[in-house]
């Protein structure tokens, strides 16, 4: 790496969960960028601070994760039309003075739900959480063609805010209720989605019973640390159709990665196969 290399990175808190430095690490490799990509654990109350830092000291941008992505829409400058539909950004690009935010974690999911070959077109769905990436979540499942998106949160006023500001921007029909109607509310599910942090390494599990659901459901869930999740192992002994993180991870890098460092990269099977290892260790 040489003085005029280029540097980004990825705020979160935590962050050492993250397997998008192994991910850029593997692209900057392949393709022979004079770059580093630099995870930061970040509080929310350093966030405003550490980001203007970052943007003084020469940084070309920074993806964000839990808690920061509305914090981020917020800050920006300027934002793409997917982020100003989710009102939260995944990635800031440091550019002519400005921050400008984007949101690739729609078009992500979308992409991986397409290569599972999960088929929405006239379908409902279930989503798990109200959050960032729940809200980006809808936004992929209304370009997949899904007829409802039933939303189930802990807080559900956060979930009827959120699907009341999303329902102008969508086809789909967003509903709301309470984790309590989840036996009620899931029988006829083509998919269920986590969007939520629940399962991730270090926090609790999401403790669903999984029998409302359709022998033909299929199950994702976006936290890819563990890669097989507690809720997805018991899909799958269900006989259930699952569909791990990795692919939404990858695929919502790619903007990241050119916009950064000025190369368009590809998700390929070797790529998975990288992270897959770099999550056993």
Known sequence: MSGKAKVAGIIGWPVAHSLSPALHGFWLAAHNVDGAYVPMAVR???????????????????????????????LAHEADDAAREAGAVNLLVFENGKI???????????????????????ETAVLLGAGGAARAAVLAL??????EIRILNRNVSRAEAMA?????????????????????VTGDAKLLLNATSAGMSGYDLLNLNLDALSKDAAVCDIVYNPLETDLLKRAKARGLKTVDGLGMLMHQAVSAFEAFYGVTPKVTLELRHHLEAALKQ
Do not use: C, M
Not at 142 to 147: C, I, M, Q, S, Y
């Open 44 to 74: 929310r109350e350093d966030f405003s601070r550490v980001l203007e830092g970052l943007r003084s000291a020469g940084f070309k941008g920074v993806n964000l994760t839990v808690p920061h992505k509305e914090a981020g829409f917020a």
């Open 100 to 122: 400008k935010g984007r949101n690739t974690d729609s078009i992500g999911l979308a992409a991986s739900l397409r290569e599972a070959q999960i088929a929405l077109t006239g």
């Open 142 to 147: 209304d370009a997949l063609g899904a007829k």
């Open 164 to 184: 009341a500001s999303l329902a102008p921007k969508i086809r789909a029909r967003p509903t709301v209720h309470a984790l309590t109607d989840w036996p009620r």
